[in-house]
């Protein structure tokens, strides 16, 4: 089993930015990631990284924008956004697997966070 803990969410303005973290704790994982579900949509891939080699994978809605990175000795994973806008808003959850190189849909993932809220107000 894989306990995740994100934080840093909040309320920001359009074109602020913001950092989440992702604490993991339990057995060691592969691939961890970050989703994110607005009000009335489904759980769309934000950003992926391959826990040894350190490989990244984006949606193209915020490639460019966010950053995913990891602090190995934290067993910790961040995803840095900027030029934050409106569409963004949405619970950002973390995922992890302990098995295969991740992927982009959440059923690539078995193990979540409870999710963090980041509204960005126009």
């Known amino acids: 089993q894989v306990q995740l803990v994100e934080s840093g969410g909040g309320l920001v303005q359009a074109g602020d930015s913001l950092r989440l973290s992702c604490a993991a704790s339990?057995?060691?994982?592969?691939?961890m990631a970050w989703f994110r579900q607005a009000p009335g949509k489904e759980r769309e891939f934000v950003a992926g990284?391959?826990?040894?080699?350190?490989?990244?994978w984006y949606a193209d809605s915020v490639k460019g924008r966010f950053t995913i990175s990891k602090d190995n000795a934290k067993n910790t994973v961040y995803l840095q956004m900027i030029s934050l806008k409106p569409e963004d808003t949405a619970v950002y959850y973390c995922?992890?697997?302990?098995?295969?190189?991740?992927?982009?849909?959440?059923?690539?993932?078995?193990?979540w966070g409870q999710g963090t809220q980041v509204t960005v107000s126009s």
């Open positions: 995922a992890a697997t302990r098995s295969g190189v991740g992927g982009r849909g959440p059923r690539d993932f078995a193990s």
């Open positions: 339990g057995r060691a994982v592969s691939a």
């Open positions: 990284i391959g826990w040894s080699g350190g490989s990244r």
